[in-house]
């Protein structure tokens, strides 16, 4: 005979289960920081979690943001050259040593995924092709000029 808490009960074991075998499936939890300085200088930052309960605390949060305002501020060309670049806070470690010792702390891997950087004042011929329209854009007002 089944009682009627068992499912909830199996419901909050899966709930703890979940990220856990995410993790263990080579999937993440995918967590965007955004920095703006002035209306001049944007930044995305994209991190990769093991879990999400990790991008929700608060060590997190503040790295994730610094790391950003570090982006806009320093102007790193690569991921590659981002970890090694001296942290802008504190130029006794690196952005990755901040990452790793995030990491020990939260005991699960955190890494950032990739990051993007806009500049209003670089010059218009420095900037590259603006995207394409999609094939299938419709006209204004959803119909088709014959």
Same mark, same amino acid.
């Given at each position: 005979m089944t009682?009627p808490?068992r499912p909830e009960k199996l419901?909050r074991?899966?709930?703890?289960?979940a990220?856990l075998?995410l993790?263990?499936?080579?999937?993440?939890?995918?967590?965007i920081e955004?920095y703006?300085?002035?209306g001049r200088?944007g930044?995305?930052?994209?991190? /990769?979690?093991?879990? +999400?309960?990790?991008?929700? %605390?608060l060590p997190?949060?503040q790295? &994730?943001?610094d790391? =950003?305002?570090?982006i806009a501020?320093v102007?790193p060309?690569?991921?590659?050259?981002?970890l090694?670049?001296?942290?802008v806070?504190?130029?006794?470690r690196?952005?990755?040593?901040?990452?790793?010792?995030?990491?020990t702390?939260?005991?699960?891997?955190i890494?950032i995924a990739?990051f993007? /950087?806009?500049?209003t +004042?670089?010059?218009?011929? %420095?900037?590259?092709?603006?995207?394409? &329209?999609p094939?299938? =854009?419709m006209?204004?007002g959803?119909c088709e000029?014959?």
């Amino acid at each position: 005979m089944t009682t009627p808490a068992r499912p909830e009960k199996l419901r909050r074991k899966l709930q703890v289960a979940a990220p856990l075998l995410l993790k263990h499936m080579g999937q993440y939890v995918r967590h965007i920081e955004t920095y703006g300085h002035n209306g001049r200088i944007g930044v995305l930052v994209e991190f /990769r979690l093991e879990t +999400e309960f990790s991008a929700k %605390a608060l060590p997190f949060t503040q790295l &994730a943001k610094d790391v =950003a305002l570090h982006i806009a501020a320093v102007q790193p060309v690569s991921l590659a050259d981002l970890l090694q670049q001296p942290f802008v806070k504190d130029s006794a470690r690196t952005i990755g040593q901040l990452l790793a010792a995030l990491s020990t702390m939260q005991r699960e891997r955190i890494d950032i995924a990739r990051f993007m /950087r806009w500049d209003t +004042e670089v010059p218009d011929h %420095a900037l590259s092709e603006p995207p394409k &329209a999609p094939a299938n =854009a419709m006209r204004f007002g959803g119909c088709e000029k014959s």
